[in-house]
């Protein structure tokens, strides 16, 4: 998949307004409302997004400091994500709104200076630009859909969905080492739908034995483990693909615990 940095950075601005047009008319109680990840609220949600934006600022312009940052944050263990999430649930919402609507311009502004190719220090291995700003395009896009599943809004038609589903694929070889597994030696086929119905975006051999198919926003679902595959319309063929996408996760830190299929009721169990 041929990078183009410009239309990467639109993808990222479209998702995110479409994410803060949906909190900027949030009612101060809904802020506590409890999203299907469990243990966390909206506010956790956004809270979660505006950390890790304003971090993903200060590795690029400030490198240094944003390692002994890490660092202190990462030695207390990886539940970092929890406990940063606590420490946010006393900002009042408008405060909370605010401050994630300031820290995204401001990665919007930093990125938009930034030479894609250019190496920024991260949680994990560094990253390029690029790479910071398709992850934290899949972010916004994977807390985002807790958000609409929590208020019962539809996810708007994201142009970013390409991006994320290359970055599912191309974590592939991660998320086995990462759960402690052999990385297959055979390949994958995936063959997704675009949200047009017409497109079809592909990754791996015509030929593979291996092959997961179906909607492109089935599969992102999934790799960002907001959705149980059974909840999909994904078709998965062969044991190498059925083992992966039990595992796939699109994001770093610890293994994901991933997603309950759907009650009866709707919601995540």
């Not at 191309?170 to 086929?189: A, G, I, K, M, Y």
């Not at 999909?232 to 796939?248: D, F, K, R």
Request: without cysteine.
């Amino acid at each position: 998949m041929t990078l183009d940095y410009p239309a990467l950075l639109e993808e990222l601005k479209v998702e995110s307004d479409g994410i803060i047009g949906v909190l900027r008319d949030l009612a101060e109680q809904d802020w506590d409302r409890g999203t299907p990840a469990i243990g966390w609220s909206i506010r956790d949600q956004v809270s979660h997004l505006a950390y890790f934006d304003e971090t993903a600022t200060a590795a690029i312009r400030e490198p240094e400091r944003f390692i002994e940052e890490a660092a202190a944050l990462t030695a207390g263990g990886t539940d970092f994500p929890d406990r940063i999430a606590a420490e946010s649930r006393s900002m009042p919402a408008g405060e909370l709104f605010d401050w994630f609507v300031r820290v995204r311009g401001e990665l919007l502004a930093v990125l938009a200076e930034t030479e894609p190719r250019t190496r920024a220090p991260w949680y994990g291995p560094d990253m390029s630009a690029a790479s910071s700003a398709t992850a934290r395009l899949m972010e916004t896009w994977a807390h985002g859909q807790d958000v609409y599943d929590t208020l019962a809004v539809p996810h708007p038609p994201s142009i970013g969905l390409r991006s994320i589903a290359h970055l599912g694929v191309s974590t592939f070889s991660f998320v086995h080492r990462l759960n402690d597994r052999e990385v297959p030696t055979q390949p994958v086929r995936v063959e997704l739908r675009a949200p047009d119905g017409e497109s079809v975006w592909t990754w791996g051999p015509e030929d593979a034995a291996n092959v997961v198919s179906g909607p492109a926003e089935d599969f992102v679902i999934v790799v960002t483990q907001r959705r149980h595959i059974s909840d999909t319309a994904l078709t998965v063929t062969g044991s190498v693909a059925a083992s992966w996408m039990s595992i796939a996760q699109a994001f770093a830190n610890v293994p994901g615990p991933g997603r309950a299929p759907l009650t009866t009721t709707g919601r995540h169990s």
